[in-house]
C-alpha cells in the first residue's frame, strides 16, 4: 500500500445550498493530513462556484463541464484528482468530524481497494427525512445491503459514501452510463478485476436525500428497473432476494382479497411484519411519527420497487433489444 493521499470528488447538479452544507462539514474533519476536495458541476444552471470561493481553508478544485450524468461526472473527477484514493460522495450529504480519521484507521489495519460507509440521519433532518432513512438502511426493508453491520449479502459500496483507490479505478474505468444502478454495475467488475470490497461501519456519512413521497416512489422505482438489466449484464449476481419487493406486493394484494373473502390469516401475517418494523423504527429513532411513516415509507419502497423490477424483467425477457434501447431514460449519453 503506497502512501494514502485522499481525494474527494462530489459531482453536483444544481444544488448550491447542499454543496456549502457539505464543504462546511469537511472544514470540520478531525483529520490533522492534507486532503483534496474535488467538486464536479455537471452542467448544473444553478452555479455553486460562488459557494466554493467562501472555502478557501479547504484545498478544492472545481470543475464545470456539460451535463452527461452523476458516474460520468465521478470519473472526471477521479481521473483529474490528486490523490491516489479517491472517496465519492453525493452532494446532499453531511460529514461527520471523525469520518476521513476512521477511513485511514480502517484503511491501514486492513487494506482494501474499494469501502462503503453506512448512512445516518442527522438529528436536523425532516421527519419525513428520518422515515426513509430508516426504510432505506434497515435489515428489515432492504436486507442491509446499504450498510448495516449484519447485512444479508455480500457488501456492495453505494456512491453517496464510496472509496475506490486510484489502481481500481484505472483498471475498471469507473462508473458506467447507466443511473441508477452505475453502483452494483462497478462494484461487480471492481469483483471481476480482482479487487475486494469492505464496509467501514464507523466511516458513515448524514445522507440528508432531499426527496418527498413522489420522488421517493420514483427513485425506488428506478431502482427496481435496473436491477434485471444489472442481472443481465453480470448473470454470476442474479439472486432470489432481487424477487422479493415483487412477491411482497402480490402476498400482499392476494391477502387483501382473501380477507375480503373470510380468509385472514395471510393478512394478519402481513400486520405482523409492519407492527414488528412500526416497534423497531420507533426503538431507532425514539419517536412514533416517524415510526409511523416508516410504514407508509416501507410500502411505497415495496410497491415502487417491485413493479419496476417484475415490469424490467418482462420487457428484457421478451425483447431482443439493448437495454439502452429499451430503456433510454436510464441511461446518460457522453457528449
Given amino acids: ?37 474535488v467538486l464536479v458541476e455537471d452542467g448544473s444552471t444553478e452555479s455553486a462556484e460562488a459557494v466554493v470561493k467562501q472555502f478557501d481553508t479547504l484545498q478544492v478544485s472545481y470543475f464545470f463541464k456539460e451535463n452527461t450524468g452523476p458516474g460520468d461526472s465521478r470519473n472526471y473527477g477521479m481521473q483529474r484528482a490528486k490523490g491516489n484514493y479517491f472517496i465519492v460522495l453525493d452532494s446532499d450529504c ?3 468530524p471523525q469520518y476521513l480519521s476512521e477511513v485511514e484507521k480502517e484503511l491501514s489495519s486492513a487494506y482494501v481497494d474499494c ?20 426504510v432505506m438502511t434497515s435489515v428489515l426493508t432492504t436486507g442491509g445491503i446499504r450498510g448495516a453491520k449484519k447485512a444479508v449479502s455480500k457488501f456492495q459500496p453505494r456512491s453517496f459514501n464510496m472509496g475506490i483507490s486510484k489502481a481500481a479505478f484505472d483498471e475498471t474505468q469507473g462508473f458506467g452510463n447507466i443511473h441508477p444502478g452505475e453502483d452494483p454495475d462497478l462494484t461487480f467488475r471492481i469483483w471481476n478485476a480482482g479487487f475486494e470490497t469492505r464496509l467501514f461501519p464507523d466511516a458513515y456519512v448524514y445522507h440528508k436525500r432531499r426527496i418527498d413521497w413522489q420522488k421517493f416512489y420514483k427513485q425506488v422505482n428506478k431502482f427496481g428497473s435496473v436491477r434485471p438489466i444489472l442481472n443481465k449484464w453480470h448473470p454470476k449476481t442474479k439472486k432470489l432476494t432481487y424477487w422479493f419487493p415483487t412477491i411482497f406486493n402480490i402476498g400482499l394484494f392476494s391477502a387483501m382479497v382473501l380477507f375480503l373473502m373470510g380468509y385472514p390469516v ?20 425514539k419517536s412514533v411519527p416517524i415510526a409511523f411513516l416508516a410504514i407508509f415509507a416501507a410500502l411505497i419502497q415495496f410497491i415502487g420497487y417491485g413493479i419496476g423490477f417484475l415490469k424490467s424483467t418482462l420487457i428484457l425477457n421478451f425483447s431482443n433489444k439493448r437495454p439502452e434501447e429499451l430503456f433510454p431514460k436510464l441511461f446518460f449519453s457522453k457528449k
Avoid: C, W
Avoid at 20 to 34: C, F, N, P, V
Fill in 1 to 37: 500500500m503506497d502512501k494514502l493521499s485522499f481525494s474527494f470528488v462530489i459531482p453536483v447538479f444544481n444544488r448550491p445550498d447542499e454543496v456549502y452544507e457539505l464543504l462546511a462539514s469537511l472544514t470540520e474533519q478531525s483529520y490533522d493530513k492534507a486532503f483534496e476536495v
Fill in 94 to 96: 453531511i460529514i461527520p
Fill in 115 to 134: 469501502f462503503g460507509g453506512p448512512d445516518a440521519a442527522h438529528e436536523s433532518f425532516s421527519t419525513v427525512q428520518k422515515a426513509i432513512n430508516y
Fill in 266 to 285: 395471510i393478512f394478519y401475517v402481513f400486520i405482523g411484519y409492519f407492527v414488528v418494523l412500526f416497534f423497531d423504527a420507533l426503538t431507532k429513532n
